[in-house]
């Protein structure tokens, strides 16, 4: 991965939003946590980083909150530590990062998400996402 100059702008609520390559340079040099928090059954059919943290925001079937995400997220970051949030498309993953932060974080939401947005067609994969930018990833 090319080094690049930090690309991510700020929000309300978390520290902000970073594209999904600044993401993974942070995740390679050891700067960040990557935090997947798709669903499982997400990660299962549709893929997965390797390396992530599989932590669901929300649990499929009813998509309700995960109970555990707080002390999943404890386990998986260092007090203090940054964490960069993945989800399909990039809005659980906002969520997840204002939680993180509540929680002492420095957390940062991945644009596009894994899967990027839907297409004129309405399918994903092919306009943006972790994906599509050729980063990391596995499918079972």
């Known amino acids: 991965m090319p080094d690049t100059t930090p690309s991510f702008r700020p929000a309300d609520g978390y520290a902000g939003d970073v594209t999904p390559a600044q993401a993974a340079q942070w995740v390679a040099r050891g ?10 059954a ?5 893929g997965y980083v ?25 386990a998986a970051v260092p007090a203090g530590g940054k964490a960069v949030m993945l989800c399909r498309s990039g ?10 932060t509540e929680l002492g974080l420095e957390a940062y939401n991945i644009l596009e998400g894994f899967e990027g947005n839907p297409d004129e ?3 994903r994969g092919q306009v943006g996402g972790w994906r599509k ?8």
Not at 42 to 46: F, H, K, P, S, T
Not at 54 to 70: E, R, V, Y
């Open 31 to 40: 700067e960040a946590v990557l935090i997947d928090v798709r669903t499982d």
């Open 42 to 46: 997400e990660r299962e059919w549709v």
């Open 50 to 74: 390797p390396g992530a943290v599989p932590l669901a925001w929300k649990q499929w079937p009813g998509m309700a909150l995960n109970a555990g995400f707080d002390e999943g997220l404890r």
């Open 91 to 100: 809005v659980r993953s906002i969520a997840a990062a204002k939680r993180a």
């Open 121 to 123: 067609s309405g399918h």
């Open 133 to 140: 930018h050729g980063l990391p990833w596995k499918q079972n």
